[in-house]
């Protein structure tokens, strides 16, 4: 049985780790994408120590440092997770993968990340990996030469256009609203000759034959519909958590985030944290969700001495 | 044994992850650096009918994508 089991090996997974090992718990990681969101980003900017960063090598520090500590790591899908007691009435966790797995924990920390939001539109799915992409770490080089929208105006999506400046030969950034980036990237992708903001522009649908051939907006000033004939269409709406597993197992909002107590990142069930980008916290950043990962395993430290 | 062929970007996390796995397994394969060679570009799209990396083929079976699972299963470890 373990002390803690951490779901996650992201910034707020592993930093639980690297806390809960240096208190002596027995601690093990199940991991299911090895190193989070944070290992999909190639240049960190703005996490502090460091003047430029890649965000794969930056989480393989942090494993290090946790299983040095003494934290075992293991590739392990959570699918089930309930609650039983023992004789002397202790109460513990059991999680349970596709194949029945079982793993025991005296308690949980939540640490499962989040998956970027699809757009929801006509042709999305159909052109998944066809020109229709999540990931521009991964596949901004493929469209080299090519035009290519970013859909989104957040971090991310300018993250990635700032990307696909080295590859395609035109990018369109697709706004709905405002853009919610940072200033400083905003004002690079202005200077760009490649980069051509759109505004007040709603995704509609995407078409193509093999692969995507242009994407459909609707102008919200005009009220018309308009066509861009784009081979690349990189959506970068936000994120959604990864808590299909746990089911109804303790509270979430109506975004399926995790409701944590701030101070304590408690969730609703004694014994449960959570930490990092699956919480309801109001900033998705890597300094942020390893800062949350080390509440989550001292609180977490402290509430097995005084019920375990 | 089978051919074991991936098709990744460098900066690519499930790439590595991929080939982490076949290291880790000792399984032989050839990489093709998408991001940098044209003409192994211009195969991985007509060979797998994708634009998104990794594409892993073992022999003729394609995954695109890394799922540990299932290509376990494509080289019946």
């Known amino acids: ?308 | 044994m089978a051919k074991v062929t991936i098709y990744s970007t460098p900066a690519c996390v499930y790439c590595k992850m991929a080939k982490e796995f076949l290291n880790e397994n000792k399984i032989e394969y050839t990489d093709f650096n998408v991001a940098e060679d044209e003409k192994a570009r211009e195969e991985m799209v007509e060979k797998s009918g994708q634009m998104g990396v990794p594409v892993i083929f073992v022999d003729n079976e394609m995954m695109v994508g890394f799922d540990g699972e299932r290509l376990k299963e494509l080289l019946k470890l």
């Not at chain 1, 993968?97 to 159909?126: F, H, Q, T, Y």
């Open chain 1, 1 to 308: 049985m373990y002390d803690v089991l951490i779901i996650g090996g992201g910034a707020a997974g592993m930093t639980a780790a690297i806390y809960a090992s240096r208190k002596k718990l027995n601690t093990l990681v199940l991991e299911h994408e090895k190193g989070g969101q944070t290992a999909l980003q190639p240049e960190i900017w703005n996490y502090p120590g460091y003047t430029d960063l890649n965000g794969a090598k930056l989480l393989d520090v942090f494993r290090k440092q946790a299983t040095d500590f003494g934290a075992e790591v293991r590739s392990f899908v959570a699918e089930k997770i309930q609650l039983e007691k023992n004789e002397e009435d202790k109460e513990f966790f059991i999680l349970e993968n596709k194949d029945g797995e079982k793993i025991k924990a005296k308690s949980v920390i939540l640490a499962m990340g989040a998956k970027p939001r699809k757009l929801g539109v006509p042709g999305e799915e159909e052109f998944s990996n066809k020109g229709v992409t999540y990931c521009a770490t991964c596949d901004a080089p493929l469209f080299s030469g090519k035009d290519v929208v970013v859909v989104g105006a957040g971090n991310t999506a300018l993250d990635a256009a700032m990307q696909l400046t080295k590859y395609a030969d035109k990018i369109y950034i697709l706004v709905r609203g405002e853009v919610k980036g940072d200033p400083i990237t905003y004002e690079k992708l202005k200077k760009e000759s490649k980069v051509e903001f759109v505004f007040n522009a709603e995704t509609k649908e995407i078409k193509g034959d093999q692969f995507v051939t242009s994407l459909i907006y609707k102008d919200k000033e005009s009220n018309e519909d308009k066509e861009l004939k784009v081979s690349g269409v990189f959506v970068s709406i936000g994120s959604i958590p990864n808590t299909d597993f746990l089911g109804d197992f303790c509270e979430k909002n109506q975004f399926g985030q995790i409701v944590i107590n701030p101070r304590t990142n408690a969730t609703s069930k004694a014994g449960i944290f959570a930490a990092g980008d699956v919480t309801d916290i109001e900033e998705r950043q890597a300094v942020i969700a390893a800062g949350e990962g080390a509440k989550a395993a001292l609180q977490c430290y402290k509430w097995l001495k005084s019920n375990h």
